[in-house]
């Protein structure tokens, strides 16, 4: 029994497990779960690596996406997602070695060279999320993905919980998520719930309607919806304060 | 650390229910007679508009030099708007000058520099019965949310010789410059309220936010007030999206 147990214990710490979070593996799999390693450090986010994650995961930032003629959500468009990370205030990242996953081509063990072994060129994109705040009161939670394939692990929680943890030590216990009904479920799990103040969530959803007279409105496209810009008040109509 | 949970402080014009929860300790006193002021970097599209000592006096002559009616609308020949493709957002606008009662002059200006005093805020907030927050945190928070936009109430004397700035509303918008905003802490003077000057302050913001391309502008609005938004163009919950709050675990 005595040999057994060592046995099994020797075999665990030469597996290829970093130190950094590690996600439950499934009971039933024999396999072991890929190694991950999750990181707030925002330059080791590459815009287009975001671009292809939400690609596969049909994910929009827009709140009304549009979808193609083939059902696919169009694709994030590059240069703003660039900006939308430069001003979030987290961005988490979860990485894992492209041999791990299902779909990447197989190296022969001649083609590994020095950087395959040392190096991070192999490092895929298989989660992410990012918070935007005000880094005082508030903060409100964003585009938290992970690809299909690694689901149901609890790495969407661990994103979560690594973004809740920066913000608590900041100070910051306002953390809104706006989401979908879809979504409802995984942020009720990480903590969420509606509030407790009972406001009501509204987005600006004005769009030009058949009737109103368009002279002088704008309208500007945010996804798949078409959104009525308010006209420049130059003069406002103020009655005499008795 | 719960009892620093600052209060979701929503779009409110009437006072709050505050619970002790929300009773904020500001540990971090300021000093007296220490203004926060924060002077916003101008941002690169809008236009500059010079906030020097006697701006007010200058715009203030200028308009009432030609202006002989007790209630006058004046579209400030100083101030203007492009029409086509971008647009400068100016800095300040000037959305009323009337005579009061008591023969004062009143101007009402709209600014999105986000020069806030957060003294003058917090009075501000008392005026309408929200819960106090620290100084310290709403100072940061004004430094770092995307657009500030502000309401003075600019009162002259008949003599001329006293001039009285004072704020009158506020509303922010945090953002990610690309995709989301979400507008936070709208409030209006309860003794300025009823004149359109709330409507104002959120269409203003919601323009210069939907000018620089943000289509997820969103907000979290108490019961009371979410008609006000809905005259707006706001919706609540489309399409089934809802807000959650990430709730302490205590």
Redesign the interface.
């Known amino acids: 029994m005595a040999i057994h147990s060592t046995l099994a214990i020797s075999y665990a710490s030469l597996s290829p497990i970093e130190p950094q979070s590690k996600p439950k593996p499934k009971p039933k799999t024999k396999l072991n779960p890929p190694p991950l390693s999750i990181s707030t450090n925002r330059s080791s986010v590459d815009p287009v690596q975001v671009q292809h994650l939400f690609a596969s995961c049909g994910h929009s930032?827009?709140?009304?996406p549009r979808t193609g003629p083939d059902g696919r959500v169009e694709p994030v468009e590059l240069e703003?997602?660039r900006?939308?990370l430069a001003?979030?205030f987290v961005v988490v990242s979860v990485l894992c070695k492209a041999r791990f996953l299902e779909g990447e081509k197989e190296k022969g063990v001649l083609e590994y060279g020095f950087e395959d072994l040392f190096g991070d060129s192999d490092q895929r994109l298989v989660g992410f999320g990012?918070a935007?705040?005000?880094?005082?009161?508030?903060a409100?939670i964003?585009d938290v993905v992970v690809i299909p394939s690694l689901r149901r692990r609890g790495i969407g929680q661990k994103i979560i919980n690594r973004i809740?943890r920066i913000l608590?030590s900041r100070?910051?216990?306002?953390?809104?998520?706006?989401?979908?009904?879809n979504e409802?479920l995984f942020?009720?799990a990480c903590?969420?719930?509606?509030?407790?103040?009972?406001?009501?969530?509204?987005?600006?959803?004005?769009s030009p309607g058949a009737t109103t007279d368009n002279d002088?409105f704008t309208v500007?496209?945010?996804?798949r919806?078409q959104?009525?810009?308010?006209?420049?008040?130059?003069?406002?109509?103020?009655?005499?304060?008795? | 650390?719960c009892s620093?949970?600052?209060?979701?402080v929503?779009f409110r014009c009437h006072p709050?229910?505050s619970s002790s929860r929300f009773e904020v300790r500001n540990n971090k006193l300021l000093p007296p007679g220490v203004y926060l002021r924060l002077k916003r970097k101008p941002e690169k599209r809008l236009e500059r508009w010079f906030l020097k000592a006697g701006f007010w006096d200058s715009i203030a002559s200028s308009i009432l030099k030609n202006n002989n009616a007790?209630?006058t609308?004046v579209?400030p020949s100083t101030?203007h708007?492009e029409?086509e493709g971008e647009e400068p957002i100016p800095d300040q606008?000037l959305?009323?000058d009337?005579s009061?009662?008591d023969g004062t002059q009143e101007q009402?200006i709209f600014s999105l520099t986000g020069d806030v005093d957060v003294h003058a805020l917090q009075d501000l907030c008392d005026k309408v019965g929200w819960p106090r927050?620290p100084l310290?945190?709403?100072?940061?928070?004004?430094?770092?949310?995307?657009l500030v936009a502000t309401l003075y109430s600019i009162t002259k004397s008949p003599e001329g010789d006293e001039e009285r700035k004072q704020l009158i509303g506020m509303a922010?918008a945090?953002?990610?410059?690309?995709?989301?905003a979400?507008i936070?802490d709208v409030i209006v003077d309860p003794?300025?309220q009823g004149?359109?000057?709330g409507k104002?302050l959120v269409?203003?913001l919601?323009?210069a936010l939907?000018?620089r391309?943000i289509?997820?502008?969103?907000?979290?609005?108490?019961?009371k007030v979410?008609d006000f938004?809905?005259n707006?163009?706001?919706?609540?919950?489309?399409?089934?999206?809802?807000?959650?709050?990430?709730?302490?675990?205590f």
């Open positions: 930032c827009h709140r009304f703003k997602l900006v939308a001003h979030s990012r935007v705040s005000d880094c005082g009161l508030t409100s964003h809740l608590t100070g910051i216990y306002d953390i809104s998520a706006l989401c979908t009904e409802r942020f009720k903590g969420f719930g509606f509030d407790s103040l009972g406001s009501t969530t509204m987005m600006y959803t004005q002088g500007t496209t945010s996804g919806m959104l009525l810009v308010p006209p420049p008040t130059h003069q406002l109509k103020l009655w005499k304060k008795d | 650390m620093l949970a600052a209060p979701r929503c709050c229910l007790t209630e609308m579209p101030l708007e029409e606008l959305l009323a009337r009061l009662s009402i927050r310290s945190k709403v100072a940061v928070s004004l430094k770092n949310s995307f922010r945090t953002s990610d410059q690309a995709f989301n979400t936070w003794s300025y004149q359109g000057l104002a269409q203003k919601t323009r939907l000018q391309d289509g997820n502008i969103s907000l979290f609005a108490d019961s979410v938004y809905k707006l163009g706001f919706e609540a919950d489309p399409e089934g999206i809802k807000g959650m709050f990430w709730h302490l675990p």
